[in-house]
C-alpha cells in the first residue's frame, strides 16, 4: 500500500518574498530586453546568446543551462514545438512563426521563470488567436489566485477559456512552485475541476504557464529528449508568469509596471 501524504508548500517570508520579486523583475526585463531582436533572419541560438550575455551582464545565473543536463540558457519554442525547444544556430526565424522564449535567471539564489510568445513579423489570424487566447488563458487563471482559493480553480478558468476558443490544454507540462529550487509542490495543472486541488495559502509562490494548441492536446517529445512537439503538428502557443499568493489576492512578479 502506498501512503500518498502531499508535501507541504513552502510560505515565503516577506523578506524572502522581496528576493523573488527582484528575480522575477529581471525574468520579466529579459524577456523585454530580447523582444525588439525577435526578427525574420534571427537564429534561436543568437537569441539565446544576447539572453546569456544579459543574464550575466545583471549578475545573475540561467537556471535551465545544466538542468538535468538542458544544454542552453533559454527554451525556444516555435510554431508546433509546445516547449522546451532548444535553441540553435541553423534554425532561422521566418515572417508568420510564433516563438515562445522561456527565461528562468537565478539571482542570490532565488529563481523568476516567465515567458512570452511573440510573432514575428505579420502571423495568420489563426495564430493571433492562439497567441491573444493563451495570454488571456493565462491572466484569467491568474485572476483565479488568492487565498483559500484551490489549485483546481486556476485550471478549470483556463481550460474553459481555451477549449471556448475551439483549442485544447496541454495535460503533460504543468507550473510549479519556485523559490530557491526551480520546480517544486505545488503542480498546477492547467486544467481541472474547480474546488478540488491544494487549498492557496498567503506566502505560496508558483508559475501558472499554460501551453495552449490550436489541435489536439498530446504531445511527443523528440529523440534529443527535450523538444515536446503537438502530436497532430498543430501550432502551440504558451506564456507564463510567477505569482506569489497574498493576504488579499494576488501579485504578479514577473510583471513590469
Ligand atoms: N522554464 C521552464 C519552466 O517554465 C523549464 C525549463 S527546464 C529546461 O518550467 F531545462 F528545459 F530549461
Ligand atoms: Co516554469
Ligand atoms: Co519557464
Known amino acids: 500500500m502506498e501512503l500518498k501524504i502531499p508535501k507541504p508548500v513552502e510560505i515565503k517570508s516577506a523578506k524572502e518574498l522581496e528576493k523573488m520579486r527582484a528575480a522575477g523583475r529581471l525574468a520579466a526585463q529579459l524577456l523585454q530586453y530580447i523582444e525588439p531582436f525577435v526578427q525574420p533572419g534571427v537564429s534561436t541560438q543568437e537569441l539565446d546568446d544576447l539572453c546569456a550575455r544579459w543574464t550575466k551582464a545583471h549578475g545573475a545565473v540561467s537556471a535551465p543551462l545544466g538542468y538535468h543536463g ?6 525556444t519554442s516555435v510554431n508546433h514545438v509546445v516547449c522546451h525547444g532548444i535553441p540553435n544556430k541553423k ?3 521566418k515572417e508568420g512563426d510564433i516563438i515562445n522564449i522561456d527565461v528562468t535567471p537565478i539571482l542570490d539564489g532565488w529563481y523568476g521563470d516567465s515567458s512570452k510568445t511573440f510573432c514575428v ?3 495568420t489570424a ?3 488567436r492562439l497567441v491573444e487566447t493563451t ?3 493565462m491572466m484569467l487563471g491568474i485572476a483565479e489566485v488568492k487565498p483559500n482559493a484551490r489549485v483546481g480553480d486556476i485550471g478549470a478558468a483556463i481550460q474553459a477559456h481555451a477549449e471556448a476558443a ?3 490544454v496541454v495535460r503533460d507540462f504543468v507550473g510549479h512552485g519556485i523559490g530557491r529550487t526551480f ?3 505545488p503542480w498546477v495543472p492547467h486544467f481541472g475541476v474547480r474546488g478540488k486541488g491544494t487549498r492557496l495559502r498567503p506566502g505560496m509562490v508558483f508559475t501558472i504557464e499554460p501551453m495552449i494548441n490550436v489541435g489536439g492536446w498530446e504531445t511527443v517529445v523528440l529523440p534529443d ?3 515536446a512537439v503537438t502530436k497532430d503538428g498543430s501550432l502551440s502557443a504558451q506564456f507564463e508568469h510567477t505569482v506569489a499568493v497574498t493576504e488579499d489576492g494576488v501579485e504578479i512578479l514577473t510583471l513590469l509596471d
Open 166 to 168: 475551439g483549442f485544447s
Open 91 to 93: 534554425q532561422l526565424l
Open 135 to 137: 495570454h488571456g488563458c
Open 183 to 185: 520546480h517544486t509542490e
Open 126 to 128: 489563426e495564430a493571433q
Open 121 to 123: 513579423g505579420q502571423v
Open 225 to 227: 529528449k527535450w523538444t
Open 70 to 75: 538542458y544544454p542552453k540558457h533559454t527554451c
